[in-house]
């Protein structure tokens, strides 16, 4: 079973209101990542959790807020966006940052369509 | 600096037959990992093949295998008896050992298949 659930699947919001995306995992993965992708473009790493400590953030702008509140979840609060913002943000989890094989593959969940208006 | 390079915008397909796509790579890692993930319309991003740097044999899975050919630092993804569900957007990416939480994507290949 290689599932990584989203929620919402479409998302839309004003300049000045505070969602959240969320992310869950049940594979024992101690991994989990946000991307951003625009329409036609290879996903963008935003954040990596690595056993539920954030280990990567990739200059993200503190609009975008990640949480994890234990191993299989994975939240990401927006608030303040901007219309450039629109995107579709991608949850993927992998079993480990460590060692090599399949060990580091990232497997996704179906995203979240973010409109910002 | 590592770099993964697929030249085919878009790929043409009859049913039933096999493609290649194509996927270059940059890096100066002696140890690294290479992927193939497909991306149908509706977003979710799906794995399809994994290849280690120092696996002797080429990845397969299914109707999909990996064509690595370390000295030219290739990775082709050849996927045989084309499907309609096979239309989609693919990336190739890559991972390399010393900063393992990291993915290097492609900018992709649409692949459209025709009956």
């Known amino acids: 079973d290689t599932e990584v659930t989203q929620t919402p699947k479409h998302l839309v919001m004003g300049m000045t209101n505070k969602k959240s995306l969320k992310c869950e995992q049940h594979m024992g993965h101690r991994a989990m990542y946000w991307y951003k992708q625009k329409a036609k473009k290879p996903p963008e790493l935003m954040f990596v959790?690595?056993?539920?400590?954030?280990?990567i953030n990739e200059s993200v702008p503190s609009r975008f807020s990640p949480e994890c509140p234990n191993s299989s979840l994975l939240n990401l609060h927006l608030h303040a966006l901007q219309p450039e913002d629109s995107a579709l943000y991608l949850c993927a989890s992998s079993q480990s940052l460590v060692g090599r094989g399949t060990g580091g593959t990232q497997y996704f969940g179906p995203g979240t369509r973010l409109t910002v208006l | 600096a590592q770099k993964i390079t697929q030249t085919q915008p878009g790929m043409f397909v009859q049913e039933k037959e096999a493609v290649t796509l194509d996927c270059t790579y940059d890096t100066s890692d002696p140890s690294y990992g290479l992927f193939w993930y497909k991306q149908p319309s509706s977003g979710e991003m799906i794995f399809l093949i994994y290849q280690g740097s120092y696996d002797q044999q080429n990845a397969t899975e299914g109707r999909y295998s990996l064509n690595f050919q370390k000295a030219r630092k290739s990775a082709n993804l050849v996927i045989s008896a084309s499907q309609l569900g096979d239309s989609a957007m693919y990336f190739c990416a890559m991972s390399p050992d010393h900063n393992t939480d990291k993915l290097i994507f492609g900018t992709g290949t649409r692949l459209q298949v025709f009956p």
């Open positions: 959790y690595s056993y539920e400590k954030l280990s």
